[in-house]
């Protein structure tokens, strides 16, 4: 089974209006985090926000925020108004294990999800 | 800021060859990888290492070698280069310790095989 599975290989998005982009993951370990990369054509991997699995709080960095929902096993991204800037591939990947040790480090990726915003 | 530079961002190469791909960072960072990324595929992580002279594998170490002789420089080997090896390589970097750190990655090297 896929550990992380990123459903949407493609989205449109008008450009102002909000998105979300969808992210489940699958972990026995209690201890686990998620992130959220953005790539855009360039090629470039950017960091755009991380919630750990003990994290009470949905994290927030600027426009963007993760909707997550423990009990479902999902860490949506939402990208609210939206720019033109933000056309780009979307990766969420996971962390698991304890916070320390050479395989806690590791991460593990979805496919991607190409978001396309329409002016 | 980190910097993560990857010695190209555009290589060709031919099959049976020795290719180097080379990964430089400036942040002291204990962690560092190598990830391939595929259409369609995501990045799948190849080795890493977690400190000099060590290294880890990934979910696909084969025909693929690396080498970490000083904590600033990691370097990934295809030891006889195929076709199938054709594809974007990223490097990454993290700090040891609190492994709730993002990784930080360089540009990317497009590596062709003919």
């Known amino acids: 089974a896929q550990k992380i599975t990123q459903t949407q290989p493609g989205m449109f998005v008008q450009e102002k209006e909000a998105v979300t982009l969808d992210c489940t993951y699958d972990?026995?370990?209690?201890?686990?985090?998620l992130f959220w990369y953005k790539q855009p054509s360039s090629g470039e991997m950017i960091f755009l926000i991380y919630?750990?699995?003990?994290?009470?709080q949905n994290a927030t960095e600027g426009r963007y925020s993760l909707n997550f929902q423990k009990a479902r096993k999902s860490a949506n991204l939402v990208i609210s108004a939206s720019q033109l800037g933000d056309s780009a591939m979307y990766f969420c990947?996971?962390?698991?294990?304890?916070?320390?040790?050479?395989?806690?480090?590791?991460?593990?990726f979805g496919k991607g999800t190409k978001l396309s915003v329409i002016p | 800021d980190v910097k993560v530079t990857q010695s190209s961002r555009y290589l060709v190469k031919r099959t049976g060859e020795k290719v180097f791909l080379e990964c430089v960072q400036d942040?002291?960072?204990?962690?560092m990888f190598w990830y391939r990324q595929d259409p369609g595929l995501g990045l799948r992580l190849i080795y890493f290492?977690?400190?000099?002279?060590?290294?880890e594998k990934g979910d696909i170490p084969e025909g693929y070698s690396v080498s970490r002789e000083k904590k600033e420089r990691f370097s990934l080997i295809l030891e006889s280069a195929s076709t199938n090896q054709t594809s974007m390589y990223l490097c990454?970097?993290?700090?040891?310790?609190?492994?709730?750190?993002?990784?930080?990655f360089g540009d990317g090297t497009r590596l062709s095989i003919l």
């Open positions: 972990t026995s370990d209690q201890s686990y985090g």
């Open positions: 290492s977690y400190d000099v002279k060590m290294k």
């Open positions: 990454a970097t993290s700090p040891g310790g609190d492994s709730n750190q993002p990784q930080h």
């Open positions: 919630q750990g699995s003990y994290d009470e």
């Open positions: 942040m002291d960072h204990e962690n």
């Open positions: 990947a996971m962390r698991e294990g304890p916070y320390s040790g050479a395989g806690s480090y590791q991460l593990t």
